[in-house]
Each structure stands twice: as structure tokens, then as C-alpha cells.
């Protein structure tokens, strides 16, 4: 085989394996060996070559993992609002709908943001939203879980609370897995008035 032919086949098979395979060299005499240097050079500088390549295009995939991820943690926080303007119900939020817009979603999307921003990665992909808020007085909004377990990552409740001489009050909270759910994070409050508000969803 000429010399030539040699080195095209070489770096073909260099470029075809991605480096992985590189074809054994058999030199008869002097001058070849000085071209199967050369031409091992070449395979090297190639081989260097695909190396990088593959190296940026991990770096890619890393990249788009992490966007994947932040898609997910958006598609989810969609959902959750969603969730949230059901749990009103069309005659509660027609009175509080522009506090509840302005106030408690912002900061109910922050929370939901941070707590799986915080999950590990590999996690994430497997949580989801509760699809049903607690109809009539029942608290529950959303609750966050792991789809594997079905256990609780974060539960965002509200509560109607009747103050002595104010009225009635809706305060937005969350409670996390990591202390048993005990402890209670506010989001915001709204005030309703001082008649009794509607049951949720109605």
C-alpha cells in the first residue's frame, strides 16, 4: 500500500474511533520509519484533536443537563401556581386575586424555586405536584413529592385564621420534610373580612 493511502487510512480510522483504536505500524526499512513518525505524529495531533472535542461536548451535555433541570423546576412551578389559583376558587379570588398576584405567588414561586434548586440532581426529575388542593376548609395548596417513595418533600398549606375584633385572615405557609414538617415558614397573609370567607374552591 503506498505511503500516502497509509496516512489517509490511518487518520480515517483515527476519526471513525474517535481515537479509541489506532492501526499497528510495520516499517520495512529506514525512510518508512520516517514517514510512520510522521504520520504517528499526525494520529496524535488527531487523536488530541477528537480528545477536545469530546471534552467540550461534555461539557455541553453538562450544560444542557443543568438547563433540562431548570426547564423542569419551571414546568413545576407553573404547575404549583396553577394549583394555587384553584385552591381560591372563583369567589374568593375575585376579592384577593390582585394581593394573591402581586404578593403571595412571587414569593410561593421563590420558595418552590429554592427547595429544588436545592435537591440533588439526580433527584428532581422524579418530583411532582400534588393535583388536587383540599376542597372545603382543608389547608393543603400543593405538596411537593418524590414520585418514587411518595413521600412529602415540602407542603404548602393555607390557613383561614379568625382574629378577635379584625376578622378573617389567609396566611399562606410551608412545611418542609427535613424537620417532620413541624416547623411552620410563612409566605404571606391576606385579609378577607370579617364575615366568614366561602369554602375553598367554590
Known amino acids: 500500500m503506498k505511503l500516502w493511502m497509509r496516512k489517509i487510512a490511518v487518520t480515517l480510522i483515527a476519526i471513525v474511533t474517535l481515537g479509541m483504536y489506532v492501526p499497528p505500524f510495520h516499517v520495512t526499512d529506514e525512510a518508512d520509519n520516517k514517514d510512520a513518525y510522521a504520520s504517528k505524529s499526525n494520529v496524535d495531533e488527531t487523536v ?80 411532582a405536584i400534588t393535583e388536587q388542593p383540599a376542597p372545603g376548609i382543608g389547608e393543603r395548596i400543593f405538596h411537593v413529592y418524590d414520585e418514587r417513595n411518595q413521600k412529602d418533600i415540602a407542603r404548602f398549606h393555607v390557613r383561614r385564621d379568625n ?13 418542609l420534610s427535613h424537620d417532620n414538617f413541624e416547623q411552620h415558614h410563612e409566605i404571606g397573609e391576606i385579609y378577607w373580612d370579617k364575615n366568614m370567607p366561602p369554602k375553598w374552591m367554590a
Open 48 to 127: 488530541s484533536a477528537i480528545s477536545t472535542v469530546e471534552i467540550e461536548e461534555i461539557k455541553h451535555l453538562d450544560e444542557s443537563h443543568h438547563f433540562v433541570k431548570d426547564d423542569y423546576i419551571q414546568d413545576l412551578t407553573e404547575k404549583a401556581k396553577e394549583q394555587a389559583v384553584t385552591k381560591l376558587g372563583p369567589k374568593i379570588a375575585e376579592q384577593v386575586e390582585d394581593e394573591f398576584a402581586a404578593n403571595i405567588l412571587p414569593a410561593m414561586e421563590s420558595v418552590l424555586t429554592t427547595v429544588l434548586e436545592q435537591a440533588a440532581d439526580d433527584d428532581v426529575p422524579f418530583y
Open 163 to 175: 382574629r378577635p375584633l379584625e376578622g378573617y385572615w389567609f396566611n399562606f405557609h410551608y412545611h
